[in-house]
């Protein structure tokens, strides 16, 4: 059973149809999200609440797809994430930014 967390990018959608029409690969895309997700993890896990045993932020993890989901598990949200995730954004936008970058060099007129 997977146990892990996800996170979702709002706007994701649109930025990887943008991405899809200025001739990405979107499988280089899997990696640069996988990239930022190992950025972000320490600042999340430092955040994790503790609990009694400290499981929760020992289950945490960096994954990565092209899109991604995560159906209700009837589990209330916690902010610890999102804090984390806008704690170390500086760091986790370079590999976005280098990205969108060398896609738009591939853009013929740009």
Same mark, same amino acid.
């Given at each position: 059973?997977?146990? !892990?967390?996800?996170?979702?990018v709002?706007? =994701?959608?649109?930025?990887?149809?943008?991405?899809? %029409?200025?001739g990405?690969?979107?499988?280089?895309?899997?990696?640069?999200?996988?990239?930022?997700?190992?950025?972000?993890l320490?600042?999340? =896990?430092? &955040?994790?609440?503790v609990?009694?045993?400290? +499981? &929760?932020?020992?289950?945490? +993890?960096?994954?990565?797809? %092209?899109?991604?989901?995560?159906? !209700?598990h009837?589990? %209330?949200? +916690? &902010?610890? $994430?999102?804090?984390?995730?806008?704690?170390s954004?500086?760091?986790?936008?370079?590999?976005?930014?280098?990205?969108?970058?060398?896609t738009? %060099? =591939? $853009?013929?007129?740009?």
């Open positions: 059973m997977n146990t !892990g967390k996800a996170l979702m709002v706007g =994701q959608k649109r930025f990887v149809a943008t991405m899809r %029409k200025a990405a690969d979107l499988d280089e895309l899997k990696g640069v999200n996988r990239e930022a997700a190992e950025i972000a320490p600042a999340v =896990q430092a &955040l994790a609440p609990g009694k045993t400290g +499981r &929760l932020s020992k289950s945490l +993890r960096a994954g990565a797809t %092209k899109k991604a989901g995560w159906p !209700g009837h589990i %209330k949200p +916690r &902010l610890y $994430v999102n804090n984390g995730v806008a704690r954004e500086n760091a986790w936008m370079k590999p976005y930014e280098a990205f969108v970058e060398k738009m %060099k =591939q $853009v013929k007129g740009a």
